[in-house]
Nanobody, 124 residues
Framework: QVQLVESGGGSVQAGGSLRLSCAAS????????MGWFRQAPGKERERVAT????????YYSDSVKGRFTISRDNGKNTLYLQMNSLNPEDTAMYYC?????????????????WGQGTQVTVSS
């Protein structure tokens, strides 16, 4: 049974930082493609960042590149998203995700498992 449990969301002022965590069970984070998606009210769910299992390479959307950092702790079986210099446009529900495969990590339709989400709200 696979579970992805996000934590670390909250409310911050513009310019602040948050660190999201995704604690995984029923799978090994080092062996699967994982990432973070977000969805703001009235908008499509979009990819934020991806961590590829073998190479350790990462992907960031243009809107967060340079501000967010995705990482994993294999010992804790946990995926993280460090978010710095937050702005109101980052306000959304953030979801941890496991792809069906490497290609699946890039798109919503390719995600096999979703976490329940954690809310991030950034005020100006």
């Amino acid at each position: 049974q696979v579970q992805l449990v996000e934590s670390g969301g909250g409310s911050v002022q513009a310019g602040g930082s948050l660190r999201l965590s995704c604690a995984a069970s029923g799978l090994t984070v080092s062996s699967v493609c994982m990432g973070w998606f977000r969805q703001a009210p009235g908008k499509e769910r979009e990819r934020v960042a991806t961590f590829y299992p073998d190479s350790g390479s990462t992907y960031y959307s243009d809107s967060v590149k340079g501000r967010f950092t995705i990482s994993r702790d294999n010992g804790k079986n946990t995926l993280y998203l460090q978010m710095n210099s937050l702005n109101p446009e980052d306000t959304a529900m953030y979801y941890c995700a496991v792809g069906r495969g490497v290609r699946g990590c890039a798109v919503v339709s390719g995600i096999r498992y979703w976490g329940q989400g954690t809310q991030v709200t950034v005020s100006s």
